[in-house]
């Protein structure tokens, strides 16, 4: 919770799944994505993927849920430089 990684760091592909699992819990979650500028801002609301808008314009963050799982596919290539 409250965590910043720069993700480039970690992972050595390009393209990855980042996955949540809240299986035996009686936790009912919703869940978001932000994809913040360089001032750690969401500067325009086409950045915010959520339940109702599950991929970026341009395809570089998808949300798949299922069960109680969540699953965000992340290409870091297809991300734009203002992000």
Known sequence: KGEKITLSSIFQNKEFLVCFNWENTNIESDS???????????????????????????????????????????????IPENI
């Open 32 to 78: 978001s994505v932000f994809m913040l500028s360089s001032r750690n801002k969401l500067e325009e609301e086409k950045h915010f993927i959520f339940y109702n808008k599950l991929k970026s314009d341009c395809s570089s963050v998808e949300i798949i849920e299922y069960e109680n799982n969540f699953k965000c596919k992340i290409n870091l290539e297809k």
